[in-house]
């Protein structure tokens, strides 16, 4: 199957400084998803992102659809405590019947920000 | 917004024996729903697709006699691990799928449920 290349996969960043994370793939998705899981949590949605070349923003957080189709990046700026945690892409095609496919994960950025 | 019940969220059970894991959409109905399963810091991994109504479509590598996925309804889908062993100790995901109007369709996760098999 499909795999996503995630990096990086952890970051040790003090407070206030801003994140930048990464997601590649070797084919093209219509959809790009990042999530946030905290632990013995399911994924929540941070942003969703449907057309190529698409720079979204949601508070803090801005990502963008690479116009390849084939990558996408997620930026945090000025880091609170709150924001520990990991961090995953996902992407997401749809079928032929015009569904969507589950979620192809990549691994995972591990955001650790210290005092 | 949309919300995805997941039960239980966490089980302990003998090797052997079987367990059921409950997807509920709470407030939309949900014709597809898909599950996943995490081991220990990594990713999740998309085990099958369930379709309310008829089979479920499971990935390469996920046994479908050992996980019976059943979506008998609009709002519940059900994982069994039937005759579970240590090494299906893992977290299980699942999610719902959210159609509204036109193209806008999204993805709900359940909280996840931690299973532990002695």
């Known amino acids: 199957g499909q795999q996503l290349n995630q990096s990086p996969q952890s970051m040790f960043i003090q407070e206030g400084e801003d994140v930048s994370m990464n997601c590649t793939s070797s084919?093209?998705?219509?959809?790009w998803l990042w999530y946030k899981q905290d632990p013995g949590e399911g994924p929540v949605l941070l942003i969703a992102l449907y057309k190529a070349g698409e720079l979204t923003s949601n508070g803090r957080l801005t990502a963008q659809f690479g116009t390849t189709r084939k990558d996408s990046f997620l930026n945090i700026s000025a880091s609170i405590p709150s924001d520990v945690g990991i961090y995953f892409c996902?992407?997401?095609?749809?079928?032929?019947?015009?569904?969507?496919?589950?979620?192809?994960f990549g691994k995972g950025t591990h955001l650790i920000i210290q005092p | 917004g949309a919300v995805v019940s997941q039960h239980p969220s966490w089980v302990i059970c003998k090797s052997g024996t079987s367990v059921k894991i409950e997807c509920r959409s709470l407030?939309?109905?949900?014709?597809?729903m898909f599950w996943y399963r995490q081991f220990p810091k990594q990713s999740l991994m998309l085990m099958a697709t369930?379709?309310?109504?008829?089979?479920?479509?499971?990935e390469q590598g996920v046994e479908k006699d050992k996980f019976l996925i059943n979506h008998a309804s609009l709002t519940l889908s059900t994982l069994t691990v039937t005759s579970a062993h240590p090494e299906d100790s893992s977290f299980y995901i699942c999610s719902a799928l959210y159609r509204g109007l036109a193209t806008n369709e999204k993805l709900f996760f359940g909280s996840g449920t931690q299973l532990s098999v002695l």
């Open positions: 996902a992407g997401q095609l749809w079928n032929s019947g015009g569904g969507a496919d589950g979620l192809t």
């Open positions: 369930s379709n309310e109504g008829s089979k479920a479509t499971y």
């Open positions: 407030d939309f109905q949900a014709t597809t």
């Open positions: 084919s093209i998705f219509n959809t």
